[in-house]
Nanobody
Framework: QVQLVESGGGLVQPGGSLRLTCAAS????????MGWYRQALGKERELVAVFTSGSTIFYGSSVKGRFTISRDNAKNIVYLQMDSLKPEDTAVYYC?????????WGQGTQVTVSS
């Protein structure tokens, strides 16, 4: 069965950095668009970043200039480098893989930005 497993979340101070990792299995990884989404407590889930199978990248407006998405197709991994973190970045971060009608989600990893 398809699995997406996020890791790298945790507690960080404002202005700090974290790198999230999403490891995929049982998919032809290179064919899938890969994305990061987040959901803060009491808020809607929102797009953070997408790295398509065709190497197109786009970011949500709230993270532009601070976050960087990358992928390693040989390792079936997508990363999210998060710099200059703010308290409003606090959320559960989810990995998503999608191709045509298929879409898969990871279980999420908690990121907390606080002093």
């Amino acid at each position: 069965q398809v699995q997406l497993v996020e890791s790298g979340g945790g507690l960080v101070q404002p202005g700090g950095s974290l790198r999230l990792t999403c490891a995929a299995s049982e998919i032809t990884f290179s064919l899938y668009d890969m994305g990061w989404y987040r959901q803060a407590l009491g808020k809607e889930r929102e797009l953070v970043a997408v790295f398509t199978s065709g190497s197109t990248i786009f970011y949500g407006s709230s993270v532009k200039g601070r976050f960087t998405i990358s992928r390693d197709n040989a390792k079936n991994i997508v990363y999210l480098q998060m710099d200059s973190l703010k308290p409003e970045d606090t959320a559960v971060y989810y990995c998503k893989a999608y191709h045509l009608t298929r879409a898969y989600w990871g279980q999420g990893t908690q990121v907390t930005v606080s002093s």
